[in-house]
């Protein structure tokens, strides 16, 4: 699916994306700005932290318990639709879908 990240930066980026592949992987290929994704992906780093629109959370679906202990610690403000992106993978169903970036 194409899926696009809109950054506190200003910047956008669209990126087509490999059903099964992470969403920070996706994004840290891609040099999004403010995806880290400094721990690979473990539930250790909080730093591929993005923001889901509320139309969209059907599709991502929800935080579980280790992934919501985290977010607790994102750097850059914890909203109702936080997500950690390592714990997103892509689907087809995403085609479309806009994730903001917060900055720090
Ligand atoms: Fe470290 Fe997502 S990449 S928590």
Redesign the pocket.
């Given at each position: 699916p194409q899926i696009t990240w809109r950054c506190a930066s200003g910047k956008s980026f669209s990126i087509d994306v490999a059903a099964g592949q992470s969403l920070?992987e996706a994004a840290r290929d891609h040099d999004v700005d403010g995806i880290y994704?400094?721990?690979?992906?473990?539930?250790?780093?909080?730093?591929?932290h993005v923001v889901v629109p509320p139309e969209w959370v059907p599709v991502t679906g929800q935080p579980d318990a280790m992934e919501d202990d985290?977010l607790d610690i994102v750097e850059t403000g914890r909203t109702e639709t936080s997500r950690?992106?390592?714990?997103i993978l892509a689907t087809e169903e995403m085609e479309g879908m806009v994730l903001d970036v917060p900055g720090a």
């Open positions: 920070m994704g400094d721990c690979g992906g473990n539930l250790a780093c909080a730093t591929c985290m950690l992106s390592c714990q």
